[in-house]
């Protein structure tokens, strides 16, 4: 079983709808981290977690520690955003652990 | 300035050739980071330096071959790679924080 588990594997929208990626895990970590890849492309930084919730413009990351649990919100979901989501945990000082990621296609 | 600089973009390169990958960044961070993706993975991880020393080898083979010359830079020398090396090969950096800031990758094709 991966230490990182997320949730859906895929998944495919119409643009507008509300969002939910989420991400299990079974390890004790420092903090989380939610990343973005376009197809093709590197990976973009969206939120690292250690507690409660960020919002930073239509995203929003909430974490549950004591659950071991984070979710990954998307509103107004634009076609723009279809990318890979991945949930990556820092375990100890310098490692990630990556989730398999969602891989989320908004159509028009 | 966040971010993570690497060149090049796309490498194609022979199975005899050497070649290496440049990464850097402007934002103190103290870690740098090399990860190599295969496709519809997620990045798995090859070497840590911290402070210019190498901290972690993932049991990486020697074909591969990264130098932090300075805190801003790092290499990974390529040698007799083979064709499942083809990869994109992201760079990293990070900072007391734990947060790591990426790098666009260099899409590699050993042929």
């Known amino acids: 079983k991966n230490e990182v588990e997320q949730s859906p594997q895929n998944l495919t929208a119409q643009e507008g709808e509300f969002i939910t990626i989420n991400c299990s895990y079974s390890?004790?970590?420092?903090?989380l981290h939610w990343l973005q890849q376009h197809p093709g492309g590197g990976i973009v930084s969206l939120f690292m977690?250690?507690?409660g919730k960020k919002k930073h413009g239509r995203l929003i990351a909430t974490i549950n520690i004591q659950e071991k649990h984070s979710s990954l919100h998307i509103t107004a979901s634009h076609p723009r955003d279809s990318a890979v989501y991945i949930c990556?945990?820092?375990?100890?000082?310098?490692?990630?652990?990556f989730g398999q990621g969602t891989r989320l296609t908004i159509n028009p | 300035d966040t971010e993570v600089t690497q060149t090049p973009k796309h490498l194609v390169m022979g199975m005899t050739n050497k070649k290496s990958l440049k990464c850097e960044q402007h934002?103190?961070?103290?870690?740098m980071y090399w990860y190599k993706q295969k496709a519809k993975k997620p990045p798995e991880l090859m070497f840590v330096?911290?402070?210019?020393?190498?901290?972690i080898n993932e049991s990486v083979p020697s074909r591969f071959s990264p130098e932090c010359p300075n805190s801003s830079l790092l290499n990974l020398h390529l040698h007799a790679l083979q064709p499942e090396d083809s990869a994109l090969y992201l760079c990293?950096?990070?900072?007391?924080?734990?947060?790591?800031?990426f790098g666009p990758g260099t899409r590699l094709t050993v042929t």
């Open positions: 330096y911290s402070y210019e020393k190498l901290s």
């Open positions: 934002m103190g961070h103290r870690a």
């Open positions: 977690l250690s507690s």
């Open positions: 390890v004790g970590i420092s903090a």
């Open positions: 990293a950096s990070g900072g007391l924080g734990y947060e790591q800031y």
């Open positions: 990556a945990v820092i375990k100890g000082a310098q490692k990630l652990v």
